[in-house]
């Protein structure tokens, strides 16, 4: 059974504080490696996709890394519109199913 | 990107009934899924949305509890049906296209079940 484990379950951080956040995957073959930023009251919003072990992908203050077991979010410098629920999520090989396994997301918090 | 929408965007229900909930797409999409999330849980999947086939449900979701059309490449319907308490949750449509590795999600529709 798939299975994705983020940490930490929140985070709370001052504005231009620069953090990680991580998650670690279980999964047969893994197709790709999903993050998604969630605000409140809305659907998650699609981040960036991992392939590849050494795989990075950047945009603006995120950059999202993958190993054969882990995945991390970089935040560099954030602001206080950073703040929302970071959710992971992993598509495997095989199987009928393409749709993703999500892991409980990370809360995070940019304080002033 | 796709642009996503859901209706309705959120309901109040009385215990037994049942509503559907419609997702339409602004372009073609292979791939159409179908999430609940509860309140302060993350996202999981009930089904995959199958173009003029039954839906592929996922283990402990059931077709008489989660009907699903999936008329053509552009809309998809779910309902849930005999509704609980337990069935209050945010249910989102997420929409990809295969072999692009992007997978997008509606805003979600808000259900209350009384």
């Known amino acids: 059974e798939d299975q994705v484990t983020q940490s930490p379950e929140a985070l709370r951080l001052q504005e231009g504080e620069s953090s990680s956040l991580n998650c670690s995957y279980t999964v047969s073959g893994l197709r790709g490696l999903f993050w998604y930023r969630q605000d409140p009251g809305k659907g998650p919003e699609f981040l960036f996709t991992l392939y590849s072990a050494g795989e990075e992908k950047e945009k603006e203050r995120l950059k999202a890394t993958l190993t054969k077991k882990e995945s991390f979010l970089h935040i560099t410098a954030p602001k206080p519109e950073d703040s929302a629920t970071y959710l992971c999520?992993?598509?495997?090989?095989?199987?009928?199913?393409?749709?993703?396994?999500f892991g409980k997301g990370t809360h995070l918090i940019i304080q002033p | 990107s796709a642009v996503i929408s859901q209706k309705p965007s959120r309901d109040i229900c009385q215990r037994g009934t049942s509503l559907t909930i419609q997702c339409q797409v602004d372009?073609?999409?292979?791939?159409m899924f179908w999430y609940r999330q509860q309140p302060g849980q993350s996202l999981t999947l009930i089904a995959t949305?199958?173009?003029?086939?039954?839906?592929?449900?996922e283990s402990g979701f059931v077709i008489d509890k989660f009907p699903i059309s999936r008329p053509n490449l552009t809309f998809s319907t779910l309902t849930v049906s005999n509704m609980s308490p337990e069935d209050s949750s945010i249910y989102l449509c997420s929409v990809g296209r295969r072999g692009i590795g992007e997978l997008f999600f509606g805003e979600g529709s808000r259900l209350t079940v009384l």
């Open positions: 372009s073609q999409v292979t791939m």
């Open positions: 999520a992993v598509q495997a090989t095989g199987g009928g199913a393409d749709g993703l396994t």
């Open positions: 949305a199958n173009q003029g086939s039954e839906a592929t449900y």
